[in-house]
């Protein structure tokens, strides 16, 4: 037996309402059953944050360099060189995830 319901469980955890971890879990139990449409939107989520990471992360470090957001706190030549590494890491493995989806690499 359960001692508690889920709405009380999310209550205890800071959940407003206790609604957003019952219906989390619905949606869990329902989602075999939409299974091909769930896989899609994973499909299409993951393509998008491989268009968009690589932007997003060239965008932090510019604003990590300038001197007028960051101050004294602005990024050093090592961390610059280990951003930069990060980024081409990223863009290549977001072009080989791309790739996979559009069917190019198998």
Known sequence: MVPYRLQDMAA???????QGLAESIRAG???PLLRGAV???IVLAQAANA??????????LVIANR???????????LVNALGVLVVLVI????????????????
């Open 91 to 106: 863009a290549a493995l977001s072009v080989l995830q791309l790739a996979r989806i559009s069917g190019i690499l198998e």
């Open 39 to 41: 896989i899609l939107l």
């Open 29 to 31: 139990i329902a989602s």
């Open 51 to 60: 268009l968009f990471l690589p932007v997003v992360l060239v965008l932090l």
């Open 67 to 77: 001197n007028e957001f960051m101050g004294r706190f602005r990024n050093t030549r």
């Open 12 to 18: 205890r955890v800071g959940i407003a309402g206790g």
